[in-house]
């Protein structure tokens, strides 16, 4: 069964400045998705990004971006120029290429500081 | 397009009595799956229909049920509640079947409390 561990129960960044969330996950399959998603207060799970793991070539969307390792299982999310609306709980999820269903971390609650 | 809705947003019940939720998908939406969000858990896969029939599930007792009509909306059943039932229900809707990437949204959520 695959598993996936976010070690950083909770961050703080600077508002304007830049932080790194960490997810490991453990998997056999070699073809599969990664997601990273934002949980605000409101409830509202919103995708932040996805990388396919046969792509080598990291995924960006505007500030968020993302540095997977494929071979140490390894798929950390970075937040450049962080915003008071960053701050929610993200959950790293997998998902099998075939399939629906989403494994996910524990989270990280992620605080900004204005 | 309208979003994920689930009904209802809260809803309080006490042990022993069954509770049903409903999600109704994005417009076109074939798919629908079911999370449980709790502290201590975190977020748990309950289980995915698609078309009408359930195509996954997830590690949950059978008191934990589901079922989806020929309009895509599905709704949950919990029988015999227990307190560790207390959590935010989730469900996500997707386009297409398996195979190929196609996006999961999330609806609000049911903030269910078993007293």
């Known amino acids: 069964a695959q598993t996936v561990t976010q070690s950083q129960p909770e961050m703080s960044v600077q508002e304007a400045e830049t932080v790194t969330l960490s997810c490991t996950y453990d998997?056999?399959?070699?073809?599969?998705?990664l997601f990273w998603y934002k949980q605000p207060p409101s409830r509202q799970m919103i995708l932040v990004i996805r990388?396919?793991?046969?792509?080598?070539q990291n995924a960006t969307e505007n500030r968020f971006s993302v540095n997977f390792q494929k071979a140490a299982k390894s798929f950390s999310l970075k937040i450049s120029d962080s915003q008071l609306g960053d701050a929610a709980m993200y959950f790293c999820a997998y998902r099998d290429w075939a399939g629906n269903m989403l494994t996910f971390g524990g989270g990280t609650r992620l605080m900004v500081k204005p | 397009k309208a979003g994920v809705t689930q009904t209802p947003r809260y809803l309080i019940k006490t042990r022993g009595q069954q509770v049903t939720l409903s999600c109704s998908p994005i417009?076109?939406?074939?798919?629908v799956s079911w999370y449980q969000q709790t502290p201590g858990q975190g977020l748990q896969f309950l289980f995915e229909y698609f078309s009408e029939t359930q195509r996954n599930k997830g590690n949950f007792p059978g008191r934990f049920s589901g079922r989806q009509f020929s309009n895509s909306r599905s709704e949950m059943n919990v029988s015999t509640l227990e307190l560790g039932d207390s959590a935010l229900y989730l469900c996500?809707?997707?386009?297409?079947?398996?195979?190929?990437?196609?996006?999961?949204?999330f609806g609000p959520g049911t903030r269910l409390t078993v007293l």
């Open positions: 998997t056999s399959e070699s073809d599969y998705y």
């Open positions: 990388q396919e793991a046969y792509k080598q």
């Open positions: 996500a809707s997707s386009s297409q079947g398996v195979g190929s990437y196609n996006e999961q949204f």
């Open positions: 417009s076109g939406h074939r798919s």
